[in-house]
């Protein structure tokens, strides 16, 4: 199925040794620059070339079994690298933020129950009608050139309006709950330079999310002592829900939990979903065959996890090795990683990886599950999976569905994202209004 070029440009390497010898810090600063803009191509020549790019600042590791050797040995490779910041957001531990300890493995099997893979059909329907009618109405009102801007119009709402929904955390309004996941999920995730007013805002994001939180938990116990019928959302069924004693399932556990919902899925699920649409358009053989399938979700869905396979949201994830270990010991790659290495794992790269998925660069829907890692993998692989999975996918089928959703010429139809990760803007062109649907 058609490819879009994926050349190696090469010379990275060069250009970062030269950037080394004259001023380290500007290397990093390079390194950083490339991961955020032609990553593609710098990890093309660092799995061929460097697949343990050891830097004084940060180890970039690029193969399939390296990043999921990283991912799987978590008491090695900790969430320390942003831990910390989470657990100072939310003033409390947040399973993300620890590894192996008793709270995370009961926390995660706890939330794993109530977030129930039998919701995914009630949640594709919730996001199949919100989804069209965030259409109609972004197509009946929108510019007039027939254009829409789809992450406000169409993206972030939905990822919202679930949150609200079928979470049971609204916010005090859709602004003010994207502000306080944006600012959390931006320090934890893109401050690498530690700067403190992107901390500060965190810190003061998350003191906020998790004083709204507790006020909704207070409301939820009334109206449960008052015999008053609750909704059937995560959030309600997480206060009815018991541990055994002992195990601390504690109103502040509740409410830390529930605070991991949003951070989770508000950006996240915007940013895959653009990834995915983008993918799909780029190819038009691809984008036709998609919207071929697209009346039947078990044909279409296949089309979105190739798509981010291609771009997957989270193109890196950071780890903090706690102690020397050996990385991909017994093969030409062996590294010894220190204690205190930085380490930068990239599914973007991994599943790019020829030695673990056959032709990467040909568009297939024949891949089995297992080469998928935009969902993480591991010890923290993905809570929300489930859930996220069906609102993606049926996101994205709504909109194509629509006829003549093509992509526009750059710079317009560029997704723009803030700090090179979050995603701020995406205009697509329509068939409406007579525009020329391609
Ligand atoms: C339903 C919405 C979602 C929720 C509630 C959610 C929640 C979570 C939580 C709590 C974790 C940490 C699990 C642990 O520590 O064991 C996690 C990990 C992760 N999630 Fe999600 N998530 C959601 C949607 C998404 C989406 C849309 C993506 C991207 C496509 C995504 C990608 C990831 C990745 C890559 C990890 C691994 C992070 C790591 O290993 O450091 N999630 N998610």
Redesign the pocket.
Known sequence: MGAVEQTTAGGYLEAYEQALARAPMSAFGLVREWMRTDWRNLFAELRERRPVFVTPAFTVVTRFADVTEV?SHEEVFS?RA?GPRLDAALGAP?????DATPM?WRE?GL?QAI?DPGDAARVRDLTGRLADDLLDAALSGGASDGSVEAVGALFRPVALA?CARY?GVPGPDQATLSRWTRAVVADGFANFVGDPAMRAASEQAGAELVGHLRDLLARHRADLAAGRDLPDDVFTRLVRSSLPAGTGLTDERIVTNMA??P???VE??P??MAEAVEQLLLRPDVRAEAVAAAPDPDRFDPYVWEA?RFS???KL???LCERDHVLAAGTPRSTLIPAGTFVLAA?ASAMFDADVVPQPEEFRLDRPRHHR?????????????H??GP??AETVRRLLLRPGVHLLPPPRGRVERSLGIFPDAFVLGTGAKGQEGR
Do not use: D, E, W
């Open positions: 991912l969430v942003f947040f399973m993300l933020g620890r995370n995660k939330m977030l679930v979470f991991g919902m951070l989770g899925f996240s699920a940013g895959a981010l997957p949201f989270f994830i950071p780890r599914p890692l935009f969902f993480g993998s591991g010890h923290h692989a993905c809570l929300g999976v859930v996220a609102v993606i």
